[in-house]
């Protein structure tokens, strides 16, 4: 192990381009379902945040979430697919940007209800913003399971570490709150960029 | 003997070929993609002395005053940046940039150098009020960036973990003399920060 460390760690430094659209790559509607939300920071801050939000929550919240969250993405991409978007949506989705980063920051204990109401809500809504008119039969399912998977795979791997860190270590509550506080900071920031200059004109 | 030298030839060999074969995009003109994003946020604070040291500060003083200032003001410090940021985004013009951000150096420099412990409401409000200084430095370049967003992510990261450098330096507080190095880290930025707010002021050059 100790020899392959240093090749490990140059391998590391190398990091790549990447990009939240594959025109040039054409790995399939899939990968570009599931890479799409994870590539773009407007939608994975978000995703972070409520997965931090599930770690902090009691257990069976945070299960029951590894669930209802990639069903109600599904649901909101296949509405984001069929139907043109609204603007709506994209503020109302800033708005789970900064709110869910600020929960986070506070370390609210949700009532299990409300816990999964906010998931499912937000889930509908980042769905549809994922949501893309390209896609067509097989494309189109194969995009929303991308999506879908990604949801999992993202809420799975991000509220199990939160809730394995803020339950294993001292410090580990205090990262977490860390971590969404500078979620919150991002939301504050882009949704001011992109608020403030519709209401200066 | 013969064999180990065979393996360590064959090591170099994989290496050599593994970064030949992990070449990187070259961009004729540059701020392209995220560049002008997430990679020029995040070393916003950190080719900026001023911005540096005092939020290495931050860190630093909240290690000193322990729980639950270690948490709070390094929290307190992003999100009240994040409202400076506000400002600097809508374009408000908030006077003495340079000088606040000089003075929040020398101020949460001589916090550690001293040892003070006010009470934790006017630790916050102390680290709010500068935070809004550095936001709004950083906010007012977020418009023009390549990603706004990224960009806005970069500088607020790189904030983060500045403020996780000065708590993990501040560990040292649990031994006596670590205290005292502690005490003249803080020391030697509040010099700096009397230097960058003898600068803002004009006095040299």
Redesign the interface.
Known sequence: MQRKLPLILVLALIPQCSWAHLVSTRFGEFYAGMLHPVLALNHLLPWLALALLAGLQPVESARRNLLLFPLAVATGTVLGCLFPESSLISQVNLLAFFSLGLLVTLALRLHQSLFTAVALVFGVIEGYGNGTLDVFGTGFLLYVAGVTVAAYIVMTITSAAANWISGHQQWGSIAVRALGSWIMAAGILYSGFLILPALQS | MKYLALKQHT?KW??TL??LT?A??ASAHTET?VAGGLISGFLHPLFGLDHLIAMVAVGLWGAQLERPA??LL??TF??V???G??LG??GVALPGIEIGIALSALALGTMVATNARPPLWIAAVLVGFFAVFHGHAH?AE??TAAN???Y??GF??CT?LLHLSGILLGTLTRWPAGRQAIRGLGGLIAALGAYFSAAAFGLIA
């Open positions: 090591t994989t290496l593994t970064l992990m990187g995009t993609g270690i948490w390094p929290i992003p999100a940046m994040a409202v940021g506000l985004v809508a906010g977020l418009p706004p967003l990224a806005g992510v607020i990261t983060g």
